[in-house]
């Protein structure tokens, strides 16, 4: 599955920002959604992910309560929306895709679970 994020941007702080990922190629509903975050000069941190049929979300503690993982399967996309951002979330986002069997949702924190990523959408959240 091929998988276009986009919806990045320039924000000031306290406002809000809806990131979308379209998947292609394949059908959308056998893969777990995720979205991943880098910082200049840090490594890949998880974000949230979506389970299969989008009943079920898990969040890094970072972005609890503010930031919320959601799909639509007849769309074939995934969304991000963000709220109250701050000037810590400023990063690039990436959206992924994994194919894999999901036993618990703190195993779709990792990296090594998604065999699928997108290109990134860079947010700017300014003070």
């Known amino acids: 599955v091929q998988l276009q994020a986009s919806g990045g941007g320039l924000v000031k702080a306290g406002n809000s920002l809806r990131l979308s990922c379209l998947a292609s190629g394949r059908s959308f509903v056998p893969y777990v959604m995720g979205w991943f975050r880098q910082a200049p000069g840090k490594e890949r941190e998880f974000v949230g992910t979506?389970?299969?049929?989008?009943?079920?979300?898990y969040y890094a503690p970072s972005v609890k309560g503010r930031f919320t993982v959601s799909r639509d399967n007849a769309k074939n996309t995934a969304y991000l929306q963000m709220n109250n951002l701050e000037p810590e979330d400023t990063a690039v986002y990436y959206c992924?895709?994994?194919?894999?069997?999901?036993?618990?949702?703190?195993?779709?924190?990792?990296?090594?679970?998604?065999?699928?990523w997108g290109q990134g959408t860079e947010v700017t959240v300014s003070s």
């Open positions: 992924a895709a994994s194919s894999l069997y999901l036993n618990d949702l703190a195993d779709a924190s990792r990296t090594s679970f998604y065999n699928n």
């Open positions: 979506v389970t299969r049929n989008g009943d079920s979300t």
